[in-house]
T-cell receptor, first 113, second 114 residues
């Protein structure tokens, strides 16, 4: 049972435009969400997170939006750059507290120059 | 600080064999988690160790096991390898209280079972 779902396996965006990556979750007990970015031959690196008490968190070009009623979150990258080309994973802690993460299957973003 | 290191980076094994993978966490991190990444399933949680004790376990068969040493280094073992065990195995470490739920990943060990 996939508790965190990323339904778009891939996304292509022109350099300078906005990239929007989507994530849905089924477990209403999730209270924290994270986005990780992964380049080939490297481990995932933490990008940005959001607590369920917020609906938006911004860090430079990256913004995450959370819609709790729809159990949906999205990552916006503005403007997109070729170096953003990577696989992006949405994740949530298994349970409250410092616990391992449940990941989506990832979305491969390609930013075309 | 040095990051999470994993050895070996690449491994080729034959069905039925067993394999041991190693992970050294970031200095001071006491929690180590293992994940399996496959193209069809994304990252799936295997198990987590904290202070030499298994604290959480994912839905994997008993062929997958792990342990943690007093210096927080961790190993995972897969016995009686199957073709479906071919995957990237990722280790992640974390320090309680540092960036809620944030985990730091190593580069992974690419295991190929033939």
């Amino acid at each position: 049972d996939q508790q965190v779902k990323q339904n778009s396996p891939s996304l292509s965006v022109q350099e300078g435009r906005i990239s929007i990556l989507n994530c849905d979750y089924t477990n209403s007990m999730f209270d924290y969400f994270l986005w990780y970015k992964k380049y080939p031959a490297e481990g995932p690196t933490f990008l940005i997170s959001i607590s369920s008490i917020k609906d938006k968190n911004e860090d430079g070009r990256f913004t995450v939006f959370l819609n709790k009623s729809a159990k949906h979150l999205s990552l916006h990258i503005v403007p997109s750059q070729p170096g953003d080309s990577a696989v992006y994973f949405c994740a949530a802690p298994l349970r409250s507290g410092n616990t391992p993460l449940v990941f989506g299957k990832g979305t491969r973003l390609s930013v075309i120059a | 600080k040095a990051g999470v290191t994993q050895t070996p980076r690449y491994l080729i094994k034959t069905r039925g064999q067993q394999v041991t993978l190693s992970c050294s966490p970031i200095s001071g991190h006491r929690s180590v988690s293992w994940y399996q990444q496959t193209p069809g399933q994304g990252l799936q949680f295997l198990f987590e160790y904290f202070s030499e004790t298994q604290r959480n376990k994912g839905n994997f068969p008993g062929r997958f096991s792990g342990r943690q040493f007093s210096n927080s280094r961790s190993e995972m073992n897969v016995s009686t390898l199957e073709l479906g065990d071919s995957a990237l195995y990722l280790c992640a470490s974390s320090f309680p209280g540092q960036g809620p739920y944030e985990q730091y990943f190593g580069p992974g060990t690419r295991l190929t079972v033939t």
